[in-house]
């Protein structure tokens, strides 16, 4: 879980300074056929199938899908402290 943590830290936010739906492959690379794996035995994070133009997608639609509390709290941390998401919530 720990990618995810980096992606939060790392991800750019939106010119409100919000959090866009993850793709799960941009979050967990080449271990994402693992990560979805790991779900079936312990769904600690709700992963939905989104569409558009070119195509569909696995996605965490934000942090409110991740039902671990103590995980989400973290992940949470980690968004707060994301530099992106900080100069877009100050510049409007």
């Not at 939106?14 to 993850?22: A, E, R």
């Not at 409110?64 to 989400?72: A, G, Q, W, Y």
């Amino acid at each position: 879980m720990s990618a995810m943590l980096k992606y939060l830290t790392n991800a750019s936010a939106d010119g409100y300074g919000q959090l866009k739906t993850m793709d799960v492959y941009s979050v967990f690379g080449d271990r994402t056929k693992e990560f979805l794996e790991y779900l079936k035995e312990d769904p600690i994070i709700r992963v939905s199938t989104y569409g558009w133009t070119y195509g569909t997608y696995q996605g965490i639609g934000g942090l409110h899908d991740i039902k671990d509390e103590n995980f989400r709290m973290m992940c949470q941390e980690a968004w707060a402290n994301n530099k992106s998401r900080t100069a877009n919530l100050n510049q409007w």
